[in-house]
């Protein structure tokens, strides 16, 4: 059916207010625009424009050129100014004397670069960049800059991140609220849950460039995500001819692991190439201890208490490799492939051992659950895109063709054997056997239209659809003692198929007039799913539209102090093995399993920004989602099993307040702080009773760098939470942890060698609690954390890294990170 809700009619007003509104305001501004050139007159991207002042010599601001060979900068005080144009190999260009003219646009004549008589087959460039950026529309994370991250994975990077929390099942939250998006350079992962975490701890430090926290995305994004979206950005070279960068890294836990890769980039004429080649192996343990009380009734008496202790061991070896190439067709259009592979053959196994005691506190039984997970999971992707310039006004065109395939082949068994005390006298046993095998086959398509109107507006629009068919078959066996055989597991074995199709349109204006810049956005989504349970013949149908409108305002009161006020409606749908009935077990007593009845949640989120002089930012911001998506715990008290699942189980409202502080305080020392206070109060029911829970939270991230010399480095770096709410019926405990390292410079500069000790006190562990009805659990779980590692990296060719590269955010991004499921710890 067709659903508008009611309560978009002020949203709409006020998205007709602000544009409104901006057409009112004055011309005061100017804009500087040109080309770079090489002598054949061929363009030269990401080539550099560096504006300054003429007398002082002051920054101002720079940009960085497109595949045109153009850049633009914009909102410019009328005034005389100076541009050097630079390029790694290439002799530097000053322009003097520029006049920029209050709503003018001044175009310059090409600048044409000539090739400097310097050797450059070892020219490097080693220009540090700051830790932490925090821009208008995001908060950027330079992985590099962080001497810790040597050595370590992307998914301990993304904890390290201002306002990101992991929880134990590898769910990500942004600044205390989960359902965060998380995009592969633009590329959604599809992923959720512990697959996500999986894939993000298989992938090296070394192959990202930064992480881009955008906690109130635009229009042209998917509206997935209520708590917003984030980016990792890999690794691509942008200097011309032939450049790449070795890493090998041994990591020594308790157990051993070696995150290894190979960057190549070649960059000639018209074409432009890289590939990406990744080796790591991942071997640790998982500690997890639960203890479960029940009761003859709500509040009543003690009637049996569950101790369980269960030690797994994991370990994978992932071999990952990414290609890519562009074409320049004409000066204008450019097309371009890409192809990411990943093999992943992961098992995990566990023995437990769960003691059971009667009400009086007397051992009454143990059960020894003895469990393992093999999966050779396999993804493999496709995208070819086009873009090309349609004039020289800035009138651009896009578009995306995406393919992605997930294969799982899952084999697990449980096995569980009770023994009655006193005595240890085996009583019963329970043996079962899985073969879950899944397919998840996306494909998507997007097209996206920039159109300037005049000097200081613009106007962005595009449509996208995407198709999502998933097929996922558990078969289970049960071991019958008394024929002595294998037998299908009819209560427990499913054959699950969903199908999705999303189509969605959006528009997006920007305004930028004196001080003011004003961007409005509306995006309509059309969803349409099917879902079906063939071993009980259950199915469903889904059909919605809805509107998800954005507004953004800033206001630069002067050069130190800027406002930024926004506002976005957004949805996070069920990830597609959220909803798969499966179960994956533990032991006979404790298992997870999906829920085909989930709906999508919706958020409103407003956000209010005070920037000053780029260094110290704070934002205030107020959340409310509905129909919430969280994990809860069904228990029954006769049989005395405990299941995990997710339900649409509230509504939440967040509010808090976020500081951050990036400066460099000495030559020797620069600093990163960031601190977020914020209150979840959860309304809504569980299991039949009314939940009404609220706390208020902290969370901080710390980073210290130290310049020792010329070629040393070093690093203090840590992170705190407090007690915080997860889904409104889990309390996590406070946990933090404090790490280091050292880096030094070696062989002429092309070398690095990085020595890092993460949380050598062992203090990062999980504990958590639940008390609500007439559950009463208590949760510890430690991992394979406190390590040492050392990283060697060698840069060879001519290395020019820089935030200014031309990945593209393809075409899959709301639907990969809705892949989900597996059960490794």
Do not use: C
Not at 269 to 295: H, P, Q
Not at 437 to 442: F, R
């Amino acid at each position: 059916m067709i659903n508008f809700t009611t309560d978009m009619k002020p949203i709409l007003l006020i998205l007709l207010l602000g544009l409104q509104a901006n057409l009112l305001f004055s011309q005061s501004s100017g804009t500087l625009t040109g080309f770079i050139q090489d002598n054949k007159q061929q363009p030269l991207p990401s080539a550099t424009a560096t504006l300054k002042t003429s007398d002082d010599k002051r920054l101002v601001k720079a940009a960085v050129t497109d595949k045109t060979g153009r850049f633009e900068l914009s909102q410019l005080q009328p005034g005389s100014y100076q541009l050097d144009v630079t390029m790694v190999g290439y002799d530097t260009i000053v322009h003097k004397a520029i006049t920029i003219a209050a709503g003018e646009t001044t175009t310059l004549q090409p600048s044409i670069l000539t090739r400097s008589n310097q050797s450059l087959a070892t020219v490097t460039v080693t220009a540090k960049k700051p830790m932490i950026e925090v821009k208008a529309d995001k908060t950027v994370v330079n992985v590099e800059a962080y001497i810790s991250n040597a050595g370590s994975n992307a998914l301990e990077v993304l904890e390290k991140s201002p306002g990101v929390t992991v929880d134990r099942d590898g769910n990500i939250s942004l600044k205390g609220k989960q359902g965060v998006i998380i995009m592969i350079d633009g590329k959604q992962s599809y992923l959720s849950g512990q697959d996500l975490a999986e894939l993000l701890r298989n992938t090296p430090s070394n192959q990202l460039e930064a992480i881009e926290l955008m906690t109130q995305p635009s229009a042209k994004f998917d509206a997935a995500g209520n708590s917003g979206i984030i980016n990792i950005r890999t690794k691509k070279g942008r200097a011309n001819g032939f450049n790449g960068t070795v890493s090998l890294s041994y990591v020594q836990g308790v157990y051993p692991k070696s995150p290894n890769s190979i960057n190549l980039n070649f960059k000639k004429n018209k074409w432009s190439m890289f590939t990406a080649l990744n080796y790591s192996y991942w071997e640790g343990f998982n500690e997890l201890g639960i203890n479960r009380k029940f009761r003859n009734s709500e509040g009543g008496s003690l009637s049996a208490v569950f101790d369980q202790h269960t030690s797994g061991r994991f370990h994978g070896k992932n071999y990952s490799a990414r290609a890519g190439a562009d074409y320049q067709l004409t000066r204008k259009t450019t097309i371009g492939m890409q192809v990411n592979g990943t093999y992943n053959p992961r098992t995990f196994s566990a023995n437990g051992v769960a003691d059971i005691y009667d009400g009086k506190g007397i051992l009454d039984s143990s059960n020894y659950a003895i469990s393992t997970n093999t999966d050779p999971w396999k993804n493999w992707g496709a995208n070819l895109n086009l873009r090309t310039k349609l004039d020289t006004t800035g009138r651009e065109f896009s578009m995306d063709l995406d393919y992605i395939n997930y294969r799982s082949r899952n084999e697990q068994s449980s096995y569980n054997y009770t023994y009655y005390q006193p005595g240890n006298i085996l009583a019963d046993s329970f043996l079962l056997q899985g073969y879950l095998p899944s397919d998840i086959n996306i494909y998507s398509f997007k097209a996206d239209y920039v159109h300037p109107l005049g000097k200081y507006g613009r106007i962005e629009a595009g449509v996208k659809s995407s198709l999502v068919h998933t097929d996922n078959d558990a078969r289970y066996t049960k071991w019958l003692a008394d024929e002595a055989t294998w037998v299908p597991d009819r209560t427990r074995s499913n054959h699950f198929i969903y199908d999705e199709n999303i189509n969605a349109a959006y528009v997006n204006y920007n305004r930028e007039i004196k001080k003011w810049s004003v961007q409005a956005g509306l995006r309509l989504e059309q969803t349409h799913a099917k879902g079906k349970q063939l071993a009980n013949d259950a199915d469903f149908t889904r059909d919605y539209v809805q509107l998800f409108p954005t507004v953004f305002t800033t206001y630069s009161l002067n050069e130190k102090n800027k406002f930024n006020l926004s506002y976005g409606r957004r949805i996070e749908r069920p990830n597609y093995q959220d909803m798969n009935p499966f179960q994956y077990f533990l032991d006979q007593y404790t298992y997870r399993t999906g829920n085909p009845n989930l709906q999508p949640q919706f958020s409103h989120n407003i956000e209010l920004s005070h920037n000053f002089r780029s260094v110290l930012n704070t934002t205030l911001n107020y959340t409310l989602t509905t129909d919430i998506i969280n994990d809860i715990l069904v228990q029954n008290d006769s049989t005395k099993v405990t299941y995990q699942t997710k339900e649409n189980i509230a509504r939440r409202r967040n509010i808090g307040i976020a500081i951050s502080y990036n400066q460099q305080l000495t030559k020797w020392w620069t600093i990163s702080l960031f601190g977020n206070a914020f209150n979840n109060h959860f309304t809504g029911e569980v299991n039949g009773l009314p939940l009404d829970a609220s706390i208020t939270s902290f969370l901080g991230n710390m980073n210290n760098q130290f310049k020792i010399g010329k070629t040393w480095g070093a690093e203090l770096s840590g992170f705190y939470r407090s007690k915080m709410q997860d889904g409104g019926l889990i309390i996590a405990e406070p946990m933090g942890v404090i790490s280091g390292g050292a880096s030094k410079q070696i062989l002429k500069g092309k070398g690095t060698l990085k020595l890092t000790i993460a949380d050598p006190f062992y203090i990062q562990r999980f504990r958590g609690y639940t008390q609500f009805g007439s559950i009463d659990t208590k949760i510890n779980a430690r991992w394979d954390n406190r390590r040492v590692g050392l990283t060697f990296t060698y840069r060879f060719g001519k290395q020019q890294q820089g935030s200014g590269n031309n990945r593209r955010r393809t075409g899959t991004a709301e639907e990969e990170s809705r892949v989900g499921g597996g059960n490794q710890q």
